[in-house]
């Protein structure tokens, strides 16, 4: 009897075909995805810069404020001391405007603490925010790095692994925008 011999070179060419497919779908769901992460990055280190610049600008008017409280302090000193001198020197009672000043920039500063402080609060406020974006940035940045390795290795757990850290890069993105 004799072995019957099948043709197996197409088959193989064809199997061969089909993995190449495969390989060149997924290298481009690879790069798709690494753009995507890219795009969020961009966008998470645009509004992370966006909230530093926020911050600095409430510093600086929380800064003016206090500088505007010390002025204030300072006036009213000037016209305590003014009072005193002149209550002092003179041999009737003087006119009570010195004092009227006196708690008219008393009034004053507390206004212009309670408003340098809530300059302070929302400065703050903008740096966690800050933070919390850099974290974004972060998370998309190395999940980027290992979405490249896992092309050039050829290994669909790395380029799983990029994706979890994208999800996460997402959610400190979620919470940077929103709270």
Same mark, same amino acid.
């Given at each position: ?32 995805? *690494? ?45 305590a001391? *003014? ?17 009227m000043?006196v ?18 609060? *929302? ?14 940035? *972060? ?6 790095a ?34």
């Amino acid at each position: 009897m004799e072995e019957q011999e099948i043709p197996t070179e197409h088959l193989q060419e064809a199997i061969n075909e089909k993995a190449e497919e495969a390989r060149e779908r997924w290298t481009l769901y690879v790069a798709l995805s *690494t753009a995507f992460m890219a795009v969020l990055a961009a966008i998470a280190g645009l509004l992370g810069g966006h909230q530093v610049n926020e911050a600095l600008i409430d510093q600086i008017k929380a800064s003016d404020q206090w500088n505007y409280y010390q002025a204030k302090g300072i006036k009213s000193e000037i016209a305590a001391s *003014t009072d005193k001198l002149l209550h002092n020197l003179a041999s009737k009672p003087v006119d009570d405007s010195a004092k009227m000043n006196v708690a008219r920039y008393e009034s004053e500063k507390e206004k212009i603490k309670s408003q340098a402080e809530e300059y302070e609060k *929302t400065s703050e406020a903008h740096l966690v925010k800050h933070v919390t974006l850099s974290k974004a940035v *972060t998370f998309f940045q190395i999940a980027i790095a290992i979405a490249a390795i896992a092309i050039l290795t050829r290994r669909k757990p790395l380029w799983f692994g990029s994706m979890i850290l994208t999800i996460c890069g997402a959610y400190f993105l979620v919470i940077g925008l929103f709270f």
